[in-house]
């Protein structure tokens, strides 16, 4: 399943400038996601995080892990129509930079889920390269927009 941009903003809240997905490629509901965000030079945090470098700051790269992990998450059967929020960050390494021009991958994988709540890992990679590595655990709660 594929997925615009403007498609996924049915699902998740987030809106510019903390939007960061440009696309869904593969999406297995309740198993996997891989989510697409293009690093272009014009966004604000680029030229700001490290003046001169191009570089996009390593919790705006979670924070989109977390996005595609929201989608993942709210397309799963249990789960539609519905908010997920961000419950922790157990597990994180940043390995790589991201610069502007890159399209970085962001991949996620369910690990656990138990009720309202789970785990899932998750990569962030351009071309064959992970950038970061992290699990994050989510927590979902009724969507008070939806009443």
């Known amino acids: 399943m594929q ?72 397309k799963s059967p249990a789960f539609q129509h519905k908010t997920a929020y961000l419950g922790g960050i157990p597990k994180a390494e940043f390995l790589k930079d991201v610069k502007a021009g890159n399209q970085l991958a962001l991949k996620v994988t369910m690990k656990k889920q138990r009720d309202n709540m789970g785990i899932v890992s998750c990569e962030a990679v351009v071309a064959d390269d992970v950038c970061v590595r992290a699990e994050l655990m989510f927590i979902v709660a009724p969507d008070d927009t939806q009443e």
Do not use: C, H, W
């Not at 498609?7 to 891989?34: A, C, K, W």
């Open 3 to 74: 997925l615009t941009s403007q498609e996924i903003q049915t699902l998740i809240p987030n809106r510019f400038p903390i939007f960061y997905m440009d696309g869904v490629t593969e999406l297995t509901p309740g198993e996997s996601i891989t989510a697409i965000k293009n690093v272009t030079a014009d966004e604000s945090f680029v030229n700001g995080y490290r003046p001169g470098e191009f570089i996009m700051p390593s919790a705006l790269i979670v924070e989109s892990l977390a996005q595609a992990a929201s989608i993942l998450i709210l």
